[in-house]
């Protein structure tokens, strides 16, 4: 009996050591976090995608003009927000980079451990978007798409090719001419018809 009431006796203090222990470390551990909140507040996910759904690698991801993030290969990103970005500054501006593709400009609200879906719109996809259009004869939208185009790229020759087209439909055969006499690849076959067809309508 009294071996048994010594063992029950040691088991006790080596449970009010342990709950010492536990609760010592869990002061310890928000101290910790206590401190590591006024230094780091926490962060935000981020995916960027295109018009095909799929992730955009390698775009440089800025926060009120200071770079914080490069996607990786699947267009993923995150953002590490300190206490001194957000206490006196709820709005947050996102801008979006890459060659190729048409910046972007957001505004959003810091919510930590949230996630931002947020679309890059390619030259590619412009100028696909704005031959749909002038096929469908609304040249006032397919100049839009092409303004964006030429945004991304100044002097593309399919930019200068659609804008062609477009002068061309609309009875400006001059204007048509100055947009192919500016394409690098101007004496490509199909570029050289077009031009003659042009000299034969000004004539």
Same mark, same amino acid.
């Given at each position: 009996?009294?071996?048994?009431?010594?063992?029950?006796?040691?088991?006790?203090?080596?449970?009010?050591?342990?709950?010492?222990?536990?609760?010592?470390?869990?002061?310890?551990?928000?101290?910790?976090?206590?401190?590591?909140?006024?230094?780091?507040?926490?962060?935000?996910?981020?995916?960027?995608?295109?018009?095909?759904?799929?992730?955009?690698?390698?775009?440089?991801?800025?926060?009120?003009?200071?770079?914080?993030?490069?996607?990786?290969?699947?267009?993923?990103?995150?953002?590490?927000?300190?206490?001194?970005?957000?206490?006196?500054?709820?709005?947050?501006?996102?801008?979006?980079?890459?060659?190729?593709?048409?910046?972007?400009?957001?505004?959003?609200?810091?919510?930590?451990?949230?996630?931002?879906?947020?679309?890059?719109e390619s030259? /590619?996809? #412009?100028?696909?978007? *704005?031959?749909?259009?002038?096929?469908? &004869?609304?040249?006032? %939208? +397919?100049?839009?798409? =092409?303004?964006?185009?030429?945004?991304?790229?100044?002097?593309?020759? /399919?930019? #200068?090719?659609?804008? *062609?087209v477009i002068?061309?439909?609309? &009875?400006?055969?001059? %204007? +048509?001419?100055?947009? =192919?006499?500016?394409?690098?690849?101007?004496?490509?076959?199909?570029?050289?018809?077009?031009?003659?067809?042009?000299?034969?309508?000004?004539?």
């Amino acid at each position: 009996m009294l071996l048994e009431y010594m063992m029950m006796e040691r088991n006790k203090w080596l449970l009010v050591l342990a709950a010492a222990v536990v609760a010592a470390a869990v002061m310890s551990c928000t101290s910790v976090w206590n401190k590591k909140y006024k230094d780091d507040a926490g962060v935000m996910y981020g995916m960027i995608y295109d018009e095909r759904e799929e992730g955009v690698a390698l775009v440089n991801v800025k926060v009120n003009g200071t770079l914080k993030a490069v996607s990786d290969g699947q267009g993923r990103f995150i953002l590490q927000f300190y206490f001194a970005d957000i206490k006196d500054k709820k709005e947050q501006l996102i801008e979006l980079e890459k060659e190729g593709y048409e910046k972007f400009k957001q505004v959003f609200y810091y919510e930590p451990l949230s996630l931002l879906h947020l679309r890059l719109e390619s030259g /590619e996809y #412009l100028l696909k978007e *704005a031959e749909g259009v002038i096929e469908r &004869g609304d040249y006032e %939208e +397919a100049e839009g798409f =092409l303004d964006r185009a030429f945004e991304i790229e100044e002097s593309r020759d /399919e930019s #200068l090719f659609l804008r *062609a087209v477009i002068r061309y439909k609309e &009875g400006k055969a001059d %204007e +048509a001419l100055a947009a =192919l006499e500016s394409m690098s690849r101007k004496e490509d076959a199909a570029v050289k018809a077009f031009m003659q067809r042009l000299e034969a309508v000004r004539k």
